[in-house]
């Protein structure tokens, strides 16, 4: 099946203020560049800035702090106040955890030469760090209905336009064994080479538009046939590819999207319209849903706090598993030397569906990783006095 596209516009979207962001991080920086001056006023012995020169360390050691406390303050201000992020302070989210292993480092070299003041700074830096990081290093106890709730597996994958071996990031696709697959920069040239790998006979069943043929293509491949409400929509700037599948007697629904990147011109902006799109219209979604692909950010971005107060959660957060890194700077050269450096491929979930397994798996030409993640599906529950939830049927489904 290869889905119709649909244009649909979303209103009533909640506008967000239009706080300006370098304000909240001078407000940071300038609290923590500060306080060595206020203690030196305060306490004459403070030994920080003591006499009339300037101890080279604990000025490197204040400078970082400082730099910190400017992204950490505004970080918080923006998701209390709905403050619009730039693109440099967008990237800067995504790496906070990375950034800010120099907490530890600064309050340990502080402590050890006698700067208190400055080790205290560093400890309530690595405090921010701690809260970010150990949350997602816990697997989650499995709620007692995943244990008879029907299963399925979904890939998560960007196959990038520029790869040099589409063949084995499809081929690697085919024998992954999973039910759905969530493509990004799925080109029709990529479905092409999917489809002679074996794909049209292992996930037969499409949404894409063929149409399609910019760097941020999607599509969703599946094993399963798939329902009459299948199709890629058009929300403003936003593209969703939308599945509707039945497991073992549950109808769900798998999203695929892949948003613009902030390293575009004008990205970041069109960025944070798409995500206000997508958490306009999650609530519109009714039973299980998956929302998955290339979100071109990490969670910690503030636009993640409003699609957890309409009910996303992520799935591989549950499994103590978000920490791993799924991109790298491959394609944009010469940071590529660094590695996988943050998390932007995700799988967000409803309370419907819950993650009980992830599976990484070797990058084939991407600078992406893709996974496997086993989702369990609650079944609906009966109301009281009902015998038993009406059976699930579908409407006739066409193959690809």
Known sequence: MTARLDVHAVRGRRPRRAMPAFACALLGGTLVAALPFIARHVDGSADEF???????????????CAALAAVVVTHRLQIWFKVDEGSVLALAYDVLPIVLVLAPVVAVAAAATGHWLLAAAGVALTGYHALLVIPRLVTQRLPSWTRAAPRFRLAVANVYVDNP?????ARQLVQSGADLIALSEATPAFMTIFDAAGGDV?????????????D????????LPL??????????KLRLAIAEVEIDGVMATIEALNPRSTFD????????????ELT????????????????????????????????????IDAL?????????LKSVRPLGVFGRIARIDQALVNDQIRAVHVQHLPAQGSDHVPFVVTLAVRRPVAPPGDAAPANVTTAPHSRG
Not at 205 to 211: E, I, K
Not at 227 to 236: A, D, E, F, N, P
Request: charged share 20%; aromatic share 6%; glycine share 8%.
């Open 50 to 64: 003591s006499g009339r020169t300037v101890p080279v360390l604990p000025a490197i050691g204040w400078i970082i």
């Open 165 to 169: 071996t589409p063949a084995d990031a």
């Open 202 to 214: 292992s996930h037969p069943h499409r949404v894409s538009d063929p149409a399609d043929t910019t």
């Open 216 to 223: 941020y293509a999607i599509a969703i491949a599946s094993r």
């Open 227 to 236: 329902g009459r409400h299948s199709t890629v929509k058009l929300l403003g």
């Open 265 to 276: 011109a004008e990205g970041q902006e069109t960025w944070k319209e798409q995500i206000a």
């Open 280 to 315: 306009a219209h999650v609530p519109s979604i009714r039973g299980p849903l998956v929302v998955a692909g290339d979100l071109n950010s990490t969670k910690f971005r503030p636009e993640f706090e409003d699609l957890r107060r309409v009910g996303l959660a992520d799935a």
């Open 320 to 328: 103590g598993q978000a920490w791993r890194p799924t991109f790298s």
